[in-house]
């Protein structure tokens, strides 16, 4: 009887799993970079306590085997500003903190007080020489090639620096629309960095909203059983009790 019953819970525990992530994508439809996110599953067998078991000798739970990360580009975005700077293609740019390097596609950069060039959180924006970029104060016409080069009316002053990774789903958040990793960063070939525009979330508000209903329904479908499996040993107590008796 207790078998329906942890198949269940493990299976209700797996599904709430599954609608935090999905409001997590929800909630984040309009942040700029934001990567849709999948819960992964797995099997996870475990001996049964009787061989008289209606699953067979073995019983099936579910276990949360972590996330997988849509890495598919969202849709770009003109804001007209010209440090606002979107990826087309593959890429990650760096950033410099005090935790060592961070990468994110968001590219919603400022210049701060000194003249440096950074993300929305103050961390400097590196170029391929691994220095920040700073532009000074005299220097107003700024423009970003599609290859990373940074030219003002004064000339070249670098070139933003973009990178890769073998594996993306090696990436791990590290706030404020950010990654760290410890796998190497390789130099994108051919960079396509497009100034005065943002990159978008790849979220499908749609999509997502569909599979929260699924969800509620199956949630509820789960439930159900739950219920009628509870009245069951109810109803059944009794009958064993005077069998037990007699």
Not at 85 to 104: C, N, Q, V, W
Not at 180 to 207: C, F, R, W, Y
Request: proline residues 5%.
């Amino acid at each position: 009887m207790e078998n329906t019953t942890y198949i269940s819970l493990s299976s209700q525990t797996a599904l709430w799993r599954d609608m935090e992530v999905v409001a997590n994508n929800m909630a984040n439809a309009n942040t700029p970079a934001y990567k849709t996110e999948e819960p992964m599953f797995r099997e996870f067998m475990v001996k049964a306590k009787s061989d008289a078991s209606p699953f067979g000798r073995k019983l099936s739970f579910v276990h949360d085997a972590g996330l997988l990360r849509d890495t598919r580009e969202g849709p770009l975005t003109d804001t007209g500003n010209s440090f606002d700077l979107a990826i087309s293609g593959d890429g990650y740019f760096t950033l410099d903190t005090p935790a060592g390097p961070r990468y994110t596609r968001e590219g919603h950069f400022r210049l701060d007080e000194t003249g440096m060039l950074v993300s929305a959180s103050g961390y400097p924006v590196m170029q391929q020489n691994d220095q920040p970029i700073i532009i000074a104060p005299n220097e107003t016409q700024v423009n970003i090639a599609s290859d990373g080069s940074i030219s003002t009316e004064n000339g070249n002053i670098g070139k933003v620096k973009l990178v890769k990774f073998d594996n993306e789903q090696e990436l791990h958040k590290a706030g404020n629309g950010t990654y760290q990793t410890s796998a190497d960063a390789n130099p994108v070939e051919k960079p396509n960095i497009v100034q005065g525009m943002l990159e978008q979330s790849n979220v499908q508000p749609i999509v997502q909203m569909t599979k929260m209903m699924q969800i509620l329904r199956t949630y509820e479908g789960v439930q159900n059983m739950l219920m009628n499996e509870h009245d069951r040993q109810l109803k059944a107590m009794p009958i064993l009790s005077q069998s037990q008796q007699a």
